[in-house]
């Protein structure tokens, strides 16, 4: 029997847009520990693991230090969440949706704490369409390393080739392309992603767009 077709999604600015409520996570978190962060020094460090972001605003930060941080900032944004709401992304439910009944396993593969994604399908009511979540917790390297998605297919019992990434940076395509596994680029804000199907928004999808990359 052939692997199983599957999908693996990033979430933040896939999925949905929560760069508001990061930015404004970590901006009173570093606050309170003396850094006045900008918005640019949030959005160069967006996507990355919280142990490779801390040490960059606080050199030399010891390691207690450094997670206490991350974790302070994580309650906050889980807080904001719950309480601002959210909404999936164009084109997020309705693919989501679909896929899940042409039999499609999907999972989430995201480089945020668990914790997190839970709280964001449980408010964008996605959760039950996934059958895999990778997290934070399950990796040891972040994207462009294409451990979590890996782990993700594995999770799935698909293979790389018969797993299709969708994500909104270069790292994770690039973390698709070491993987073996085609890739959907969405990019909403600026110039396409060398994936092999790009597009601005999951609602511009065509109808074949999935089944067309396992051709």
């Known amino acids: 029997m052939p692997p199983p077709r599957a999908v693996l999604w990033d979430l933040d600015g896939t999925l949905v847009d929560s760069e508001q409520y990061h930015w404004l996570a970590w901006r009173d978190t570093m606050a309170a520990e003396g850094?006045?962060?900008?918005?640019?020094?949030?959005?160069?460090?967006?996507?990355l693991r919280n142990d490779?972001?801390?040490?960059?605003?606080?050199?030399?930060?010891?390691?207690?230090r450094?997670?206490?941080?991350?974790?302070?900032?994580?309650?906050?944004?889980?807080?904001?969440?719950?309480?601002?709401?959210?909404?999936?992304?164009?084109?997020?439910?309705e693919w989501t949706q679909r896929l899940a009944n042409e039999g499609w396993r999907q999972a989430i593969a995201s480089s945020s704490p668990r914790e997190n994604i839970d709280a964001v399908?449980?408010?964008?009511?996605?959760?039950?369409?996934?059958?895999?979540?990778?997290?934070?917790?399950?990796?040891?390297?972040?994207?462009?390393?294409?451990?979590?998605?890996?782990?993700?297919?594995?999770?799935?019992?698909?293979?790389?080739?018969?797993?299709?990434?969708v994500e909104d940076a270069?790292?994770?395509?690039?973390?698709?392309?070491?993987?073996?596994?085609?890739?959907?680029?969405?990019?909403?804000?600026?110039?396409?992603?060398?994936s092999d199907l790009a597009v601005a928004s999951l609602a511009d999808l065509p109808p074949d767009a999935f089944s067309r990359l396992l051709k």
Do not use: C, N
């Open 66 to 93: 450094i997670q206490w941080i991350a974790d302070a900032k994580e309650r906050l944004y889980r807080r904001l969440v719950r309480e601002g709401g959210l909404a999936p992304l164009p084109g997020a439910a």
């Open 121 to 165: 399908l449980a408010v964008i009511g996605l959760a039950s369409v996934f059958q895999a979540v990778v997290s934070a917790e399950d990796v040891t390297r972040g994207k462009p390393d294409p451990q979590v998605f890996l782990t993700a297919a594995a999770r799935l019992a698909s293979a790389p080739a018969q797993s299709i990434v």
């Open 170 to 194: 270069r790292a994770g395509i690039e973390a698709a392309r070491r993987a073996g596994m085609p890739s959907i680029g969405v990019s909403r804000k600026g110039a396409p992603l060398p």
């Open 52 to 64: 490779a972001v801390v040490p960059q605003w606080i050199p030399g930060a010891p390691t207690e």
């Open 35 to 47: 850094v006045k962060l900008t918005h640019d020094q949030f959005l160069e460090t967006f996507g």
